[in-house]
């Protein structure tokens, strides 16, 4: 089975696993008191210019995202998402959990503006019954977003503006930073990211680690007490350096950004083929997240040897769905995987 | 100052401050375990024709809503909504603070429909990722609704099906219920309510009450433990018979209902008087609430006057308030009001 | 029947019904923005001599425990209190279901010491853990506490000075607090409770009024966004008024003081005849809550005739049980009760 | 440095790193839904000789002791601890966080009793005013407890059934299960705790994984919806296989015992020799936490070479510590700790 559903199916970058195997004797301090976090955490800071940063690294984005959100926000106090947020859809209602709204703002392919945000931050500045409503004090985008496409440095920047205009923290989940930075179309650095969010992290799950994303908290408000929000969430791993150790094996020598450059390099490929194809893009994701609509009788045909993601039902024979790389996707596999869908759209074109 | 701002500007029914004082010097249990609570509570009980339901008295509307939520959810199911209900736009995100996700639908007019509910329950029922998504396990309606609307008794009976087919409790938010029941078109009656709700409230502050809601519980598994939540969520009255007594006295013959049903008439006498002068409704409410766009500077007029509620600006010209009758509403008090406007519009119209 | 089992079985002063039913006809802004909430807060400001406070009106004790430490408290951080206390024996869990823990400390009449507080404090300062444990960031403490004993003006002192020291909350609930400030031993004043705490209240509930507390904040950071907690947890009365106005009525001219001493000098009467008899104070207490151990034969002869609260079996023929005064109890009623302890005591004693 | 501090400063098992290197190119269903957690349930439902227990795979210990408790009870409802139990004071408040209250126990060495829980239970079964007070609805004891103690078949049963009277969900936390189990003293199997436990763990982060808890529920009705409590909670690892690869290398033939049975043997040769020099044990002990009372010159003498973990001072000249063996402590690490604490003993012995 080729997987192209998502983005998490393989383990981690061989060179983590040497790394892994080779210190396996060695004993380190609990609770990410251990000289590898404390090496990511200067690799990271170094990345983004900004020694006073806060670096911390828990396991998994939905555990990311709710810790960040209960550190930050004040029971009264809500965080703005698209409608399509993973932490609107896809967290079981995790924030909520914590005790705060998702201010829902609608969005076509994922992205938020500026405008959007200013319209709902002015609305709750201007109220005269304030205390009847959510106060709107954070904004979450995700960076690439749930439908892989990015914002621009300009977009960003807007962003941040209207964010600091009305006290609110700016949070980017970068479950997939790498593939955003990788895309060809972006203007935006790690750097800019740094600089613009109050905590973002590095997604390292989907991004050649076994496990694990960093949080990187340029806000000393949030990452004050950010350790005992972690504990107290289950976000702490015991064993803490082999999160540090991942993400030092990562980006001490940019194998981070490569391993992402061609991944989002194999999705450009499979999308100009599929496009060449006749199977159009359901949105323009310029990262390693593809939808397409299309043929369910195509579909059916390829399964059996690929997997692939369900997105939703277009009409009776069409069918949008998710192809993702990743950093473990191999060039045959990409080449595979055109050439079929190429052969088995020839008999049908000539059928028809 | 005449008040049309709201229904909760004035006191209480004086046949409850009558009672109130006859009674001042006697002593009764605490905590709602009293002579008048049970006696409220058994003609609440006749009136829907269910013995084994139970009835609470809780002091408010936010309080309730959100007491009765966290009683019949678990952290991972939410609660259906019109994104325009009072649960999620004016109680400071009580519910999500109790950890509790509000899944909106889409409504123009403040209702939602038996399909939308459908939709969101049957998407959440066909998931093959459930573990990833909130369920909806109740569903939120208010009658009337915030913009005045009612649902016929046919809708009722549609939404309440809708919910025992994906097993989801539905909750009625009667916190002005009288008014509702009161309408001209009205075809369901309180013990409809009692059917197609697992659990509803008759409210008491918008309507001839000082303070409280009357929640009347038919579902019993939410029944079971609802006063430890009304005690831990701070909803349980130590001298409840304050709630009991008003309950009994509004309901033993009638004289919710008389008096509810006087200030919808008057509401529309308002509307009537209002339309016809080319003032155009907001939204077709028959209820006590009434929402017209007027001329910003008649409203400018009338503010010295009269006070009502901004909803919100039309253009540069027209802005779109709430004109709300009450129990306490005098028949003068809207005459006045008719006179008034008409006067105010008459020269305007001549100038013009 | 005489009721002594607690202080909150009569409705209100007979001043606030008059009150009540005089204003009864008029109409007020909503949710606590009326005079009557301005002139209560006034006379409450100037009671503490301090302008800069913020005085909020809620509706009952359990309600106002877990709303003010709420909006004091970070999720992380949690509140000492007496093992005893009412937050941590009968609130159903309240302030744990607002995601705190309560930090108990031993106690064995209700209070508790600074250098329990120092001790505790003390050891999370001190630790290398911190973020494994609970921050106290509160101390609460009941005055006078559920025993009915009160701490001294220099115990207030000490503890307020810890807090201090560690910049923690001092939290007073004072839901008897006219009966703990008019015991005959007591040296503290109101003012001196305002310039200790950073938010106390002055109950009404059990102290003249039909219901309600009063919440007083002399720390700005914890007033700051009172009022949205107060709508998120169901604790903003819509007819606000209704509490002002009773505050205001109880404390213009005194009447609340007055009302309590003689409570008290009415639970002293009790104490000492009791004592004279023979029957011991389980509890040291010099205000309106006496503690008693009793012959269980005795209690079944008085409760047909009077309600007194079970506290605890001592043993086979003992029971400690609560005799409470109120403002509301009356010179006869006390001395029905001493008289008639005093006949069932003779011929028993005669008999042995 | 040779670390005794505690039990999980090292990585894993190298069978599991063989492992995790053999299948590193293959791909996998997410969440938890791979062959490896379907064999690791499978081993783990034969070793309980129960094929309908559910079986989970979450990160870590705290993590998963909020998660259960937040699955399996009500908000109102709260859970029964020793007052020294891991949930009560290193967990950040992790379960007041989720909602619920912690009932603490008394305990000396860190277990508690039948007849406490009885009592506790009973108390609330017999209570008149059960709204008021936390209803005591699971009991959590850890297995072995954090004091290294262990409970023996007849107290787990009294205790099973006692919770069985009173409808509690009993809960064993096993994070050092493999430890507990391996006590010379232990007549207590897996089988066992499978049968009298509703819930408990078997611990792999220090107990030869790199991380992770396998969740055995055996009660059906916290099984139901555990999946979306996990997920809600941060709690489900997106590469899941990585668990329940684990749980299997460590299951399959008994490794896990093993290890666990030789780190035993390691923390008796260490109490043995340390008593015999005098060294007296804090606390009775019979698994892999050895707590010591010993002169802190010695201690300092010791610090340069060892780690060992501080837990009280007990005087001037002695501190109680805490010395820890694991599946990676070595033959030659304790005989060189236990020659080096006899030399350091000597010469002091002969100097006084």
Same mark, same amino acid.
């Given at each position: ?10 383990? #981690?970058?061989?060179?983590?696993? +040497?790394? @892994?195997? /080779? *210190?396996? !004797? ?121 439908? #892989?496409?990015?914002?621009?440095? +300009?977009? @960003?920047? /807007? *962003?941040? !503006? ?191």
């Amino acid at each position: 089975m080729i997987r192209f559903n998502n983005d998490y199916s393989c383990g #981690g970058h061989e060179r983590i696993i +040497k790394c @892994l195997t /080779d *210190i396996n !004797d060695e004993s380190f301090g609990g609770y990410g008191t251990d000289e590898w976090c404390e090496k990511a955490g200067e690799v990271i800071k170094d990345l983004i210019d900004n020694k006073s940063a806060g670096v911390h690294f828990l396991t998994g984005g939905t555990q990311t995202n709710f810790t960040v959100i209960a550190a930050a926000l004040r029971p009264f106090q809500g965080v703005i998402s698209a409608e399509t947020g993973h932490i609107n859809v896809h967290e079981t209602g995790a924030v909520e959990n914590c005790g705060h709204k998702i201010i829902t703002a609608k969005s076509s392919d994922g992205r938020i503006t500026a405008e959007q945000i200013n319209e709902i931050a002015g609305q709750y500045a201007r109220s005269d019954i304030k205390e009847h409503i959510v106060c709107p004090k954070m904004v979450y985008i995700s960076f690439p977003t749930e439908y #892989g496409t990015i914002y621009s440095r +300009k977009e @960003l920047k /807007d *962003i941040s !503006d209207v964010c600091r205009k009305y006290g609110m923290f700016l949070f980017i989940d970068g479950a997939r930073l790498g593939y955003g930075l990788a895309a060809p179309e972006c203007d935006v650095t790690l750097k800019d990211i740094g600089e613009y969010a109050d905590v973002f992290y590095i997604g390292g799950t989907k991004c050649g680690a076994f496990f694990g994303e960093a949080v990187v908290i340029t806000n000393s408000g949030i990452d004050e007490s950010f350790r005992s929000y972690m504990k107290q969430n289950g976000a702490m791993l015991a064993k803490g350096w082999l999160l540090g150790l991942q993400f030092y094996e990562l980006l001490k020598d940019g194998l981070y950004f490569r391993i992402a450059e061609q991944a989002v390099r194999y999705a450009m490929k499979i999308k100009t083929a599929f496009n060449a194809y006749g199977i159009p893009s359901y949105m323009e994701s310029c990262t390693n997240q593809q939808f397409f609509i299309m043929p369910t009788s195509l579909l059916e045909s390829l399964k059996e040897k690929y997997t692939y993601e369900f997105e939703k039902t277009i009409d009776e024979s069409h069918t949008c769905v998710r192809f993702c790389t990743s950093w473990y996707t191999k060039e045959e596999q990409v080449r595979e995987l055109i050439n079929d869908v190429h052969s088995l759209l020839q008999p049908r074109t000539s059928d028809s």
